[in-house]
């Protein structure tokens, strides 16, 4: 299976299977010299394991991350990262019964048709598992552009579960980190957590749409035509599992407008640089970023493990039925927002460092 790889200076490979004995991320093309620390990625990996809470699959798996090499005296060198988590709570007898049945809405049948061959302990690599290596990874990104932009951030949050959706005039960045959906609205978190709880004691499952922001990155990041920064990360976002649509800025909604109400008006700041007078590009014009907030929404179906009897075929090709036992997410959509923000991390460091190999940070000049 190719295409485990992705990035263009700052790359990362990740591998391993949700049954088998680890996980983890080759990453390659890190700065040297960056303050690096497994304490540091375990921070992030802790904000996504699972069995957190009833919200979320109660498959206990501590995530450490342990790092191998690339990394000598508390510092980057270099040289290729490799991170290494182990798998410690899988139940691989609870995929026996569907071993050759395909579950409907999984990649089953589509790994099978392509390959020949399907790990169903969990999926193997299709599994979400596979996104705490990308998380860890996302880490490291982390890392290198605190190094390179002090001050930067990039934070995620929940804007929709199923049809419940927040108030955006009610948004408030401090509450993200209050409740178990990353949702920035107190009110919203509580109509949820219900919400979701039902879903949850029915065997169900339930669609999210996460938003990821980055501040604080310099205008000039991304190139025209192939390189543009919002296709890669349109990309990123869309390889992540469940995802089924991406947004930059105002996104689908863009359709509805007019050029007038569209186009974000430019003006000088009293600090001499260009500013706009909104947002609805996202912070990204011409696939180069503006120097504004950097907004990427990504849509996640509902977990396809749920406990009602779906139609399906065997391996022979007979019809029968199918019901997914184990341990599932209600909303696979809670534990996606560090993914999105690992993600978004990698392909803007990338950038950053293609930026700098092919202006050196050189900008036109502006009054």
């Known amino acids: 299976m190719s295409f485990n790889t992705f990035g ?3 790359r990362v490979t ?5 049954h088998g004995p680890a996980l983890g991320a080759t990453v390659d093309g890190c700065p040297p010299g960056v303050p690096l620390e497994a304490s540091m990625l375990q921070h992030w990996l802790d904000r996504r394991k699972p069995g957190q809470n009833k919200y979320t699959t109660q498959r206990r798996e501590a995530d450490e991350v342990e790092i191998l090499s690339g990394v000598f005296e508390g510092k980057t060198t270099g ?5 290494m988590i ?33 790990d169903y302990r969990g999926g193997g690599r299709s599994s979400a598992r596979e996104t705490a290596a990308r ?3 996302g880490g490291v990104a982390r890392e290198a552009i605190r190094a390179l932009l002090p001050g ?14 927040i108030d955006r005039a009610k948004f408030d960045a401090a509450e993200i980190d209050n409740n178990p959906f990353w949702v920035p609205d107190a009110t919203a978190a509580e109509t949820w957590a219900g919400y979701l709880d039902a879903l949850r004691k029915s065997g169900s499952s339930v669609g999210a749409v996460i938003e990821v922001s980055a501040t604080g990155f310099p205008a000039g990041l991304g190139a025209p035509v192939y390189g543009k920064l919002d296709t890669e990360l349109a990309a990123a976002m869309m390889s992540i599992n469940a995802v089924k649509g991406v947004e930059i800025g105002e996104g689908m909604a863009a359709a509805e407008l007019t050029g007038e109400a569209n186009a974000d008006e430019i003006y000088m700041g009293n600090d001499g640089q260009p500013r706009f007078s909104s947002n609805h590009a996202g912070g990204i014009l ?28 065997d391996l022979d090709g007979n019809e029968t039925e199918i019901i997914t036992k184990g341990r599932h997410d209600p909303c696979v959509g809670i534990r996606a927002v560090p993914v999105g923000e690992a993600m978004m991390a990698c392909v803007l460091l990338d950038h950053i460092l293609l930026d700098r190999g092919q202006t050196g940070g050189v900008r036109g000049p502006i009054g």
Request: glycine residues 10%; positive net charge.
């Open 8 to 10: 263009h200076l700052f």
């Open 286 to 313: 011409g696939g180069i970023s503006t120097g504004q907030e950097i907004v990427v929404r990504f849509a996640v179906k509902p977990t396809s493990s749920i406990l009602t009897t779906r139609k399906t075929i």
């Open 152 to 165: 930067a951030e990039i934070r995620g949050y929940m804007t929709r579960m199923g049809t419940h959706e």
């Open 135 to 137: 998380v860890a990874a």
């Open 14 to 18: 990740t591998w391993g299977e949700s």
């Open 79 to 83: 040289t290729p990262i490799q991170l």
């Open 86 to 118: 182990r798998n410690t709570d899988q139940r691989s007898k609870d995929y026996g019964d569907i071993a050759q049945k395909f579950r409907p809405g999984h990649a089953d049948i589509s790994y099978w048709q392509k390959y020949g061959i399907r």
